[in-house]
C-alpha cells in the first residue's frame, strides 16, 4: 500500500465547518493528479480499440468520460473510477461488422435504464445481499489476476502501438525495453510525492511514443471531431440486448456495484464518504449517465473495483482525482480533438500494461481479509473459473451457490 494514506480518517472537531470538509475531500495536488492517471491501462486499450475498430467519435466518447468522472467526483468525494465496460468492450471489439455505433449507442440506452430502474426500486439493494465478503474478494482477486495477465500481455506484445502503427526500429523489441524501464522508474517512484510515477509514465510514453515514430500519424487538427445524435432502430436495440447487455449485467452487479462498494469500505475504513458509497448508488449514478450518453454514440461506461484500486495505487484519495481526469478528457473532447486523441494512442502498449500490472497487484492482497477455509475457497474458485471461462457471470453466479452451499449445510474445509 502506498504510504501516503493507507487508512482514511473521519474528520477533526475542527473541520466540521462544512467549506473545510468539502476542501478537504477534494485535493487538488500533484499526487491526488498522478492517481488520477492511474486508471489509464485500464481505459485507454479498450476505448481506442473501440474508436479505430467501431469508428466512434473520439469526442463524444472522451466527453462522456470527462463529464461522468467530474460528477463522481464531486458527488462522492473519492477516488471513484469510470471505465469502459469490459464485457461490451471485448464483444464490439471482436464484431465490428454487426456491432456498430448504433448498437453500442443502443446498449448505453439500455444499460442506463436498467441501472436506473434498479437502483430507485431498490432491487440493487437486494441483489447486494447475495455477494458476501468471500464472493466479493473472489471478484477482486479475479479482476486483479487479469489486470496482471493483461498487464504482462500488453508489456510483452511486439507492437508499440495499440493501433498497428509500426515502429522506425522494426525486429527490435522496442516495446518490451520501454517496458521494463517504465517498470523500474514506477517501482523506485510508487511513493515519491516529488515525482509521481504515474505522472513519470505517461510523460515517458509520449516522449517514446513520439520518438519511435508515433508522430508520423499525429493529427494536428484542434477542436472538437464530430459528434452524431444516434437514432438506434428496434434490431439495434435486440442486438445490443442479446450480444451487449446480458453478457455485462452479472459483471456489473458484481464489480462496478458492489465490489466498488465493498473497496471503497476497505481502503478508506472510517471516511465520512463512505455514506454515499454504496452499491445502489453507483447504480444510480452509471444508469444517470449512461442513458443520454447512449443517444451520442459513447462508449457505455462503469464504475469498478480494479480503476479504484489503480487509483489509490498511484495516489488518489480524495474526490479531487476523478475531476482532474474528468476536465483533462473534457479538454481532449473539445478543445484537442483529434490531435489529443492521436498523443493518447501514442503511449506505448508497455506503458499502461505497467500501470495495468501495478493495479492488479493492489487488488489481490485484498483476499487476506478473508477469515476462515471455507471463504478462501470460494473466492478461489470463483477466481479459478473466471479465468477458465470467457464470460465472468457464471464464476459469480457459481461462486454464490456455492457459498450458500456451504453456510446451509455448515460445511467445513
Known sequence: MSKRLTKETGPSHSETDESHSVSRCLQFDRVELAGAFGDLGTLLP?????????????????????????????????????????????????????????????????????????????????????????????????????????????????????????????????????????????????????????????????????????????????GPTEMRLISPTPGDFWTALIMLILPQIPLTIGNACVGTAETCTSLFTGNPQLTKAKAGKFAFSMGIMNLPAGFFGAVPMCHGTGGLAAHYRFGARTGGAPIMIGIFFVLIALVLGQLGFSLLSIIPQSVLGVLLVFAGLELCPLVRSLKNNEEYFVALLIAGIALAVPNMGWAFGVGICVDYFIKKFKVKI
Open 46 to 222: 479498450i476505448v481506442v480499440a473501440m474508436i479505430f475498430i467501431n469508428k466512434l467519435s473520439p469526442s463524444s466518447v472522451f466527453l462522456a468520460f470527462g463529464l461522468f468522472y467530474i460528477m463522481a467526483g464531486y458527488y462522492y468525494r473519492l477516488p471513484i473510477p469510470v471505465q469502459p465496460l469490459k464485457a461490451v468492450g471485448a464483444i464490439a471489439i471482436a464484431y465490428p461488422a454487426v456491432i456498430t455505433e448504433s448498437v453500442i449507442g443502443a446498449s448505453g440506452i439500455i444499460f442506463g435504464a436498467f441501472l436506473l430502474v434498479v437502483s430507485l426500486t431498490g432491487l440493487m439493494d437486494w441483489m447486494a445481499k447475495l455477494f458476501s465478503q468471500a464472493v466479493v474478494r473472489g471478484i477482486q482477486l479475479t479482476l486483479g489476476l487479469i489486470f496482471l495477465k493483461k498487464g504482462i500481455e500488453l508489456i510483452i506484445h511486439k507492437d508499440i502501438f495499440m493501433s498497428g502503427l509500426q515502429s522506425v526500429l522494426p525486429g527490435y523489441p522496442v516495446n518490451l525495453m520501454i517496458g521494463i524501464v517504465v517498470f523500474c522508474l514506477v517501482l523506485l517512484l510508487l511513493d515519491n510525492k516529488k515525482f509521481p510515477a504515474a505522472l513519470v509514465a505517461l510523460a515517458i510514453g509520449v516522449i517514446s511514443g513520439l520518438a519511435f515514430g508515433g508522430y508520423s500519424k499525429l493529427s494536428l487538427s484542434l
